[in-house]
């Protein structure tokens, strides 16, 4: 699994939309955000702020649903490239230039018969203020 985050410019005092896309190896799948049952791992996206640039909001993509022999209820999962979608905010007074924003993914990478310890894969998102 790897994540990839397209490059976002933005002028202070705005907002701008940024993708994180999670790429899933195939016959594999993640748990989505929010997992199914309480016991099940979801898919989080953390993102530290940074020179006063925040997410304002996260929304994590529709999952699908499938049936596995090992849960008696079909389970919301993301499979293939599954995509994050944020909101940020910068700040009125924040001085042209680039600045990225430390992120990461918690997932859960499971196959049709088996769930694998939580893993984190650790990227950035990369902003030029205009």
Do not use: W
Request: net charge positive; proline share 9%.
């Amino acid at each position: 699994m790897s994540a990839s985050v397209e490059r976002v410019e933005m002028r202070a005092g705005e907002t701008a939309e940024a993708s994180v896309r999670l790429a899933i190896k195939n016959n594999y799948h993640v748990n989505a955000n929010p997992a199914t049952e309480k016991f099940l791992i979801p898919t989080v996206l953390s993102v530290a702020p940074e020179a006063g640039i925040t997410v304002d909001k996260i929304a994590y993509p529709k999952p699908v649903k499938r049936k596995f022999t090992y849960s008696k209820v079909p389970l919301d999962i993301y499979e293939g490239d599954a995509v994050i979608k944020l909101t940020l905010s910068a700040p009125r007074d924040l001085k042209p230039g680039r600045h990225t924003l430390p992120a990461e993914l918690r997932v859960q990478p499971c196959d049709d018969t088996t769930c694998y310890p939580p893993s984190k894969i650790a990227t950035g998102v990369e902003v030029t203020i205009r």
